[in-house]
């Protein structure tokens, strides 16, 4: 079972170049996260969706965006990379509310 | 709002000792409630989860009751082993918004 699958495990930005990680789930999953971890610290939500066509901002939203054009894909668009950016990126998909989530491997980005 | 508090550590342990984390919990309504581990390098894995109050959720030697009364769901191992250092995350689920809400989690290290 793939789950929950991110791309690219890695990555090196310049300050000022854009980027797009992919998210994709094979769970049929209606909702789906972006987070992000910054070294020692908690998960803090970027955008959601709780469906195909909607999305909605989470806790940190600036410097993203997000679009949700089929069930299976949730990609995060990073426009003009800033150190800040710095972090590792979760992407997370559950099926309804108050039901688990499931986490993909993460993605380690570095704006140097 | 919602919110989740976990005691953040470190906290370090030897081998066989007993572990106790400890989680509550401030909602809206009726969460579910989870606990998460993040090994090194490594997504978050759900570890155990309960859905409704006096739930006992238990996975790998660990365990979690669902206590309502005290708003509560404290993780606890009675022989904790050198494989389970790890960073453990407490969260509950909701049925609107942002749907989880994680606490910022707690780094165990257990040295042989």
């Known amino acids: 079972n793939a789950g929950v699958t991110q791309t690219p495990k890695f990555r090196i930005l310049k300050i000022g170049q854009s980027m797009t990680l992919q998210c994709t789930q094979d769970?049929?999953?209606?909702?789906m996260y972006w987070y992000r971890q910054d070294p020692g610290m908690g998960l803090k939500l970027i955008y959601y969706s709780v469906g195909a066509g909607i999305t909605d901002k989470g806790e940190v939203p600036n410097g993203y965006n997000v679009s949700r054009s089929t069930t299976e894909d949730f990609p995060l668009r990073l426009e003009l990379a800033a150190p800040s950016q710095t972090s590792v990126y979760f992407c997370?998909?559950?099926?309804?509310?108050?039901?688990?989530?499931?986490f993909g491997q993460g993605t380690r980005l570095t704006v140097v | 709002g919602d919110s989740v508090t976990q005691m953040e550590g470190p906290v370090t342990l030897s081998e066989e000792a007993f572990l106790t984390i400890n989680c509550t919990y401030t909602a809206t309504g009726y969460p579910s409630l989870f606990w998460y581990v993040q090994y090194p390098g490594e997504g978050l894995q759900l570890l155990l989860k309960?859905?409704?109050?006096?739930d006992k959720g238990s996975n790998k030697g660990f365990e979690a009751t669902y206590r309502k009364e005290t708003t509560s769901f404290h993780l606890e191992k009675g022989s904790v082993q050198v494989s389970d250092s790890a960073v453990y995350f407490c969260a509950l689920s909701l049925s609107y918004g942002q749907n989880f809400v994680f606490g910022p989690g707690t780094r165990l290290s257990v040295l042989p």
């Open positions: 309960a859905t409704k109050a006096d």
């Open positions: 769970m049929n999953h209606n909702y």
């Open positions: 997370a998909s559950s099926l309804r509310p108050n039901t688990e989530a499931f």
